[in-house]
């Protein structure tokens, strides 16, 4: 049996797939039936413990709460600098990601938001964003 060399073929368990599902347009949260929500990966409710999770279609447009410009990045994002680093409403869910299709001084709290998956710069993974609705 040979184990695996490319660190590329590991897939982060349910982060993965979530933003496999977000690229498609298919984002989701899960929902215990108290109507906690969370995103993946989970197998318990944060808020009350609940182990019986529901995919539920993750609403469309959030709303930032509050954000971020980054100017002097560490070395993983030097080349997206300068860049806004938001949290953003999403239904009963809250989610951080990079402003993406606006200049970064443009943003404000209170801007409808989509989410969208994008590409670092710098190392080309795969990042959530968000642009504007």
């Known amino acids: 049996m ?3 060399s ?3 073929d590991i897939a ?14 298919d984002a989701y949260y899960l ?16 808020d009350c413990g609940a182990t019986d999770l529901e995919e539920v279609v993750l609403p469309e447009p ?4 509050t954000f ?3 100017h002097v990045p560490t ?3 030097e080349d997206d600098a300068p860049y806004a680093t938001a949290i953003a409403n999403v239904g009963p869910v809250r989610i951080t990601g ?7 001084e443009a943003v404000e709290t209170g801007l409808e938001v989509e989410v969208e998956i994008t590409v670092s710069e710098t190392t080309g993974e795969r990042v959530i964003g968000f642009r504007p609705a």
């Open 6 to 8: 490319d660190a590329d």
């Open 12 to 25: 982060d368990a349910g982060f993965d797939e979530w933003l496999d599902a977000a690229e498609t347009g």
């Open 31 to 46: 929902e215990c039936a108290n109507g906690h929500g969370s995103l993946p990966p989970r197998r318990v409710c944060p």
């Open 62 to 65: 959030g709303e930032i709460e």
């Open 2 to 4: 040979s184990e695996r």
């Open 98 to 104: 990079q402003v993406m299709g606006v200049d970064p």
């Open 68 to 70: 971020t410009i980054t």
């Open 75 to 77: 070395p993983a994002f």
